[in-house]
């Protein structure tokens, strides 16, 4: 596959159709994820701000209508930060911030590489990763993390600067999963144990976004990571049902959701007139919703959105991977 940081929805759909397919899943809605943008409304019908993004939209034809920040005009940049508040975080920004939170978790400092404050830059540490008294790999890669309102998700994987476009090699990556992936690869021999480590490490990566077209790019550079971390390793591509399964956990842990609600977005229902029928007739109320009005983040009518705790076990079924309420997390 041609690496670089515009990812083609067309080779993607040509090598990895069911994998395309899962990444547009949403779990909540039992449908696609839609645009929740209007940066596409000028093509008609099928790309306005509700509309779900479907295979045929983003292929063919159409294979090069959703781009990273970086390679859109300047007019749409500004259109977008100007309603959406759309402002994406320099990759330097992004390491630094990385390391802060393992330095916490190594106690120390400048354990996967160093930076230059003066350039902006930095430069990786070559020889393994070493883990503290008390902590193994395997913790590490277990280690829950998540980047909110993640837009193309820097934090979480790095293979360009999402403020310039630029192309980050392999060895130079700086995001929360490529660190993981990193370790994993530093610390296994087998596909299988890598494999394995791999899906542990996905499980434990969460992110959500509002716009359609973001969470997409996001999705899309997490699935392609794990093809180039494997390929680095083993001098070759997983096979698709590894891939599959890979693009099955994405969708789950990086979902679409208006932060501020933790619902879908613009799914609560204000001024919206609803019509009952029973014995008595028809009776029509105008419904709104609780949460908006009070500015709060729990009493909203809308969808609230749906994500997997993939080491907690239902207690009706006792079966692993529990869907659970994201909103319920919050109020713990």
Not at 98 to 103: F, S
Not at 149 to 176: H, W
Request: glycine fraction near 6%.
């Amino acid at each position: 596959m041609n690496y670089n940081a515009d990812i083609s929805e067309n080779e993607i759909f040509q090598r990895y159709p069911e994998a395309l397919e899962k990444l547009l899943e949403d779990h909540t809605t039992h449908k696609n994820i839609f645009w929740a943008t209007d940066s596409y409304a000028d093509k008609g019908d099928g790309f306005q701000y509700h509309d779900a993004i479907t295979i045929d939209r983003i292929t063919g034809e159409n294979g090069m209508l959703i781009r990273p920040r970086a390679l859109k005009t300047k007019e749409e940049q500004i259109g977008r930060t100007k309603d959406m508040a759309e402002v994406f975080t320099p990759s330097w920004v992004c390491n630094a911030q990385n390391n802060l939170v393992d330095e916490a978790w190594f106690g120390q400092k400048n354990i996967f590489n160093i930076e230059d404050p003066s350039t902006k830059t930095w430069k990786s540490k070559n020889s393994p990763i070493q883990f503290p008294e008390g902590k193994t790999w395997k913790n590490y890669v277990r280690a829950t993390r998540m980047e909110i309102t993640c837009g193309e998700a820097p934090y979480i994987v790095s293979r360009y600067d999402t403020t310039t476009g630029e192309f980050i090699p392999l060895q130079e990556r700086i995001g929360m999963l490529d660190r993981k992936l990193r370790v994993i690869s530093e610390n296994t021999e087998t596909t299988s144990e890598w494999l394995e480590m791999a899906q542990e490490a996905y499980k434990n990566i969460y992110a959500f976004e509002w716009q359609g077209d973001n969470l997409l790019l996001a999705r899309e550079a997490m699935l392609i990571s794990f093809i180039e971390y494997y390929h680095a390793k083993f001098g070759k591509e997983p096979l698709q049902k590894s891939i599959l399964y890979i693009a099955y956990i994405i969708s789950w842990n990086v979902w679409q959701m208006d932060g501020l609600k933790g619902v879908i977005p613009d799914s609560c229902k204000n001024g919206v007139k609803i019509v009952t029928h029973d014995l008595f007739g028809d009776m029509e109320e105008t419904v709104y919703c609780d949460g908006c009005k009070k500015e709060t983040f729990i009493g909203h009518n809308g969808i609230y959105c749906i994500i997997r705790d993939w080491g907690l076990k239902d207690p009706k079924t006792g079966e692993n991977n529990r869907k659970i309420r994201f909103i319920d997390l919050i109020k713990k």
